[in-house]
């Protein structure tokens, strides 16, 4: 048997998941042979399940959420999508969504058939005037990404949402990375900040539950029977989620990092992962290279491409955005001292 690659997190720069909280790995491990899917069958995690929405709604703002634990963003983006599109009434469906946003959203726009029209951006944010040029009468959704994957940018919400309900559409939030460090911001991105109909939300980034914890939240039940499926096998009489089976664990670890961390540990979390974005950008700066002023903490540096080969060699796992920037995104386990050997690094090589 092999041993997991990375086993630790001593060089993993640009990931957007992290070490377990221990007392979600714990909570993991206790629930690994439950299936949600079954909640006739696996009633504990069932009760599970209705609390972690219940705890991702008081992270969002939002009282009575309806909602599920998913595999992840990638299947919340889905199903947002899908109930946007159950629920519109046209044959030729379209959503809107900035440049920024995700790639998920174009699986989703390739598996059910709904054109997505991207809007550009203005200083990485979705342009406004972009936005609305491409709703028409049959534009179903309007997307904004509160942290978008490459530079943690927080996409105008309440502009946003406005626009989708003047077109009769609904409004989906993808704050699948964001969403566990937002609530210590004051950027407007939340149910009780602007009229949002669905959002994503993962447990498995920022709120260091152990993979697979996304999380879907809806203003409304009515919003999730749109994805209502009879289940003739099964106790329970109808099925939302995308997977059948699925993750018990992904379930009861969300709820164990929630509970543990919600309020307070989050915030702590937030306060340490920001300042070592903004040190390192400035540290960056000072070496003569430029980065993109972390929002959140995401740090975008304009390394040279050869640079950032021969820092992959030395084991530093990191990655380029789409216009070949490394990327560092300040997840818990990016501590200052491992910045500061990734910069001794960099002196090195340069
Ligand atoms: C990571 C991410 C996703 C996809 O989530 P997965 O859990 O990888 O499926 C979607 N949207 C944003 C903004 C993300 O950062």
């Not at 936005?131 to 309440?158: F, H, M, S």
């Amino acid at each position: 048997m092999q041993r997991a690659e990375p086993q630790d997190f001593s060089r993993v720069l640009s990931s957007m998941c992290t070490r377990p909280h221990p007392a979600a790995r714990d909570a993991a491990e206790r629930f690994l042979a439950t299936n949600p899917g079954d909640p006739g069958t696996y009633e504990t995690v069932a009760k599970l399940e209705r609390e972690a929405i219940d705890l991702l709604g008081q992270v969002a703002g939002l009282e009575d959420a309806a909602g599920y634990v998913s595999s992840g963003g990638t299947e919340a983006n889905i199903q947002a999508v899908r109930i946007a599109r159950n629920r519109g009434d046209t044959r030729t469906p379209n959503f809107v969504a900035p440049a920024s946003a995700h790639f998920s959203f174009r699986k989703a726009a390739d598996i059910l058939g709904v054109e997505l029209r991207t809007a550009p951006l203005e200083d990485f944010r979705a342009n406004l005037d972009g936005v609305a040029e491409l709703i028409d009468e049959d534009t179903v959704l309007v997307v904004g990404v509160a942290g978008t994957t490459e530079y943690g940018r927080v996409d105008p919400i309440p502009a946003l949402a406005d626009m989708a309900d003047d077109a009769g559409a609904l409004c989906h939030v993808d704050a699948a990375w964001g969403g566990f460090v937002l609530p210590f911001t004051a950027h407007s991105w939340d149910f009780s900040d602007a009229d949002i109909d669905t959002m994503t939300i993962d447990p498995h980034k920022m709120g260091q539950a152990a993979v697979p914890a996304g999380g879907l939240l809806a203003r409304g039940p009515e919003l999730l029977d749109e994805l209502a499926i009879d289940t003739p096998y099964l106790e329970s009489t109808s099925q939302v989620t995308l997977t059948g089976t699925r993750s018990g664990a992904g379930v009861a670890s969300a709820v164990a990092a929630m509970e543990e961390l919600w309020p307070e540990g989050y915030e702590a979390q937030y306060r340490t992962s920001q300042s070592n974005a903004d040190w390192l950008a400035a540290e960056i700066e000072a070496r003569g290279f430029d980065a993109v002023d972390p929002v959140l903490p995401i740090v975008a540096i304009d390394f040279p491409h050869d640079l950032i080969a021969e820092l992959r060699e030395q084991g530093w796992r990191l990655s380029r955005t789409e216009n070949g920037e490394g990327r560092v995104v300040c997840m818990p386990h990016v501590t200052r001292p491992m910045l500061q050997e990734f910069l001794d690094d960099v002196d090195r090589l340069t």
